[in-house]
């Protein structure tokens, strides 16, 4: 079975500091990914998504962005944090066409 | 993307009571998704509807692919505590790979 695991869980870090945030998917091969943020109030908001390795496309211009060096490996970064950059960070997973995504965990980011 | 409204908003429901929600959006969509989500946690898929009119279960879960595939809804039945959660809608536009997401149904059941 399929199964995604993103990390850390929580984060706390200060303005200007770097990010990095990791996803990897196992148990299925050449999915779509993405990269959803949660804010208070609680709607997603698409940030990346990919459909191969090296393929992004980035829905919000913003300080963020991220990376597929592998199939199943997605990657969130930063170079410098923005107080704005906190919330919940989400990484999804689909297969081809109709099919649902699925979420991991969350990463918890705190920017102080 | 597009926007999708989901109401209501929040729920306050005792035990026992059936909930329903629903979602509409001014475009349509190719495919409908229901989502739970948990505190701290990534939402969860309940319910997957890929054609319009198609009515789908899951346990006490029912929901519809609207006729004019520009809505949907979720009806819970007979709801018990640990139905407690945010539930979203999610909507696979025409053309694209990525849901638009709803904001949201809060529910909270008492015993």
């Known amino acids: 079975s399929q199964t995604i695991h993103q990390w850390p869980a929580t984060l706390v870090q200060p303005v200007g500091s770097p990010l990095s945030l990791e996803c990897t998917v196992e148990g299925t091969s050449n999915p779509n990914l993405y990269w959803y943020r949660q804010a208070a109030g609680r709607g997603l908001q698409l940030l990346f998504y990919s459909v191969g390795i090296g393929q992004i496309s980035s829905e919000v211009p913003q300080n963020l962005s991220a990376s597929r060096p592998q199939d199943r490996q997605f990657i969130l970064s930063s170079k410098k944090l923005l107080l704005s950059d906190s919330g919940f960070y989400l990484c999804?997973?689909?297969?081809?066409?109709?099919?649902?995504?699925?979420f991991g965990n969350g990463t918890r980011l705190t920017v102080t | 993307g597009q926007q999708l409204n989901q109401s209501p908003q929040s729920m306050f429901i005792q035990e026992g009571e059936d909930v329903s929600m629903n979602c509409t959006s001014s475009s349509i969509f190719n495919t409908w998704l229901w989502y739970k989500q948990d505190p701290g946690e990534g939402p969860v898929l309940l319910i997957a509807?890929?054609?319009?009119?198609e009515l789908t279960s899951n346990g006490r879960l029912t929901a519809q692919f609207g006729i004019t595939r520009k809505d949907s809804f979720l009806n819970i039945s007979a709801s018990i505590p640990s139905d407690v959660g945010i539930y979203f809608c999610a909507g696979r536009p025409n053309s694209g790979y990525a849901l638009n997401f709803g904001k949201g149904t809060s529910l909270l059941v008492t015993p």
């Open positions: 999804a997973w689909s297969g081809q066409g109709e099919s649902p995504l699925h």
């Open positions: 509807l890929y054609k319009a009119g």
